[in-house]
């Protein structure tokens, strides 16, 4: 026997020990399971590597960890709880059945309460959003806590880096997570050797080699963005750290997005997340009562304080469902007028798929935007693939005309979701995602506008669109289907 054969041999049976343990030994759903087999058998070289990296078996079990994550959590939401005066919601319930429902899911979930005291800024692309970031930085006082999946070392990165170990040296607490594979950084990125100096705390989140994940591991990500500074003024969005938020990219501008700044009393919850996952990211899960409840949580100022109603969901690997993706089917069948929707990634598992085919059989105005150009070859292929069943469901679809990365929903000129969460398997079941849910009337028609603004840039496909497409297109969108469970 040669060695190529004997490679060839050992890497075949290799993917059909993989094969075993996603039909027996993992507790996957169907559909990911299926696109795992498929995988492993027919494309044995790549599919063995793909698991080793991103399956979920040979790893470590982290129910110890996540165990003690519950419970620091917990001691943190108690605590935040008693200590913010949580406005009642009564009279909004009255007045809009449906949205209370999706408030009262929300809350028994163990989600953000309901607050109302909130104001919101609505930021469409980095150009506006940036340097308002960088003027709230300068300004603080106390503390500056920041977690993004991507914080690169380029122009803007190096600007906000700058700007952080200035804010150091002044005495300013801050703290600064970034994702170790979002950020492609398995070690510490230099970008942060200069804040680290000043005395500035920058973490990893799981990295590739630790204790933390079995070696090689991928999945597991923190895809959530976070700022917030002296505990009353957040931000929450779909936009990382890096250029190309600034449609400084050639080949993805232009780069439109969504990204929200906070104040009142929801900004708590933010602070609350990032402190949960500081916990986790420092290793430092021993259960205790959470400190400096008064630096971190000092609650609105009067001119900070405002009219909407916010939820702030979080879900991730550490949670046995998805409160996001659960908010976000519940915000659609309780529609009555219409659901516009904007993702950059869209392959939905079937509980979302019915959920918009119910919707749009109904007669409800649902709309689906999607961008024309992506970051993620396979994944654009899988989600034009899932484009066609959304208009065969009745979906209308449109594809922006440039690279569209915000992740919202907004409802009936009055519930508007907008956040981290992609609709994808991965941001649904693997990622660490963060949503705010506003339950204003206001805030929603101008979103909506935006959205119907967006329109202008965007042209709406058809079914005839894909009739027109060369078979050979046609077949890659379905190829790419096969594996979205996996993305």
């Known amino acids: ?20 343990a996603v039909v027996f030994f993992e507790r996957k759903n169907p559909a990911s399971s299926i696109a795992w087999v498929l995988l492993l058998i027919f494309l044995p070289g790549l599919g063995f590597l793909a698991y080793l990296f991103l399956g979920s078996g040979f790893r470590i079990s982290k129910k110890k960890k996540y165990a003690l994550k519950a419970i620091n959590d917990a001691l943190y939401d108690k605590f935040l709880r008693q200590r913010l005066n949580i406005a009642d919601a009564i009279k909004f319930m009255q007045s809009h059945e449906n949205a209370a429902r999706l408030m009262n899911y929300l809350k028994n979930e163990g989600e953000g309460p309901y607050t109302c005291d909130n104001r919101a800024e609505v930021f469409t692309f ?4 940036f340097p308002r970031l960088i003027e709230d930085i300068e300004n603080a006082q106390s503390h500056i806590h920041l977690l993004y999946f991507i914080f690169r070392n380029d122009e803007i990165g190096r600007e906000i880096a700058a700007v952080l170990t200035d804010k150091a040296r002044r005495g300013v607490e801050v703290r600064l997570i970034y994702d170790s594979v979002g950020a492609r950084a398995v070690f510490s990125p230099p970008l942060f050797r200069n804040l680290r100096r000043a005395g500035g705390r920058v973490l990893g989140f799981a990295p590739v080699f630790s204790n933390i994940n079995s070696p090689l591991r991928l999945n597991y990500r923190n895809h959530r963005k976070i700022t917030v500074i002296d505990g009353r003024i957040g931000y929450v969005g779909g936009m990382n750290i890096g250029d190309e ?3 400084r990219d050639k080949k993805l501008r232009p780069w439109r997005d969504t990204h929200l700044r906070l104040t009142g009393s929801a900004v708590g919850f933010l602070q609350e997340r990032f402190l949960m996952d500081w916990g986790y990211a420092s290793d430092d899960m021993e259960p205790r009562e959470p400190v400096n409840l008064g630096k971190f949580f000092p609650g609105p100022r009067p001119g900070e304080q405002g009219t909407l109603g916010a939820q702030i969901v979080s ?4 949670t046995s469902e998805s409160p996001i993706k659960s908010g976000l089917l519940a915000l659609i069948y309780a529609a009555r007028r219409n659901v516009y929707i904007q993702t950059p990634y869209f392959t939905p598992d079937k509980s979302l798929m019915d959920a918009l085919r119910v919707a749009a059989r109904a007669d409800i105005d649902v709309r689906l935007m999607l961008p024309n150009i992506s970051d993620h070859r396979l994944a654009h292929l899988a989600t034009l693939g899932y484009a066609r069943q959304a208009l065969e469901a009745g979906v209308r679809v449109f594809l922006y005309n440039g690279f569209l990365h915000a992740k919202t929903v907004v409802s009936d000129r009055l519930i508007t979701s ?3 969460t992609n609709l994808t398997n991965r941001s649904f079941t693997l990622d660490f995602e963060i949503n705010a849910f506003i339950y204003d009337q206001g805030f929603a028609a101008d979103y909506e506008d935006i959205f119907l603004e967006d329109l202008a840039n965007a042209a709406e496909i058809t079914l005839k669109w894909f009739t027109e497409k060369k078979a050979l297109a046609n077949a890659g969108y379905n190829f790419a289907r096969l594996f979205a469970p996996l993305m």
């Open 315 to 318: 879900s991730g690997p550490d």
């Open 1 to 20: 026997m040669t060695i190529d054969s004997f490679f060839l041999g050992g890497l075949v049976a290799a993917s059909f020990m993989c094969v075993a």
């Open 126 to 129: 980095g150009s506006a959003m």
């Open 245 to 247: 938020y600034m449609s």
């Open 418 to 420: 907008i956040g981290t």
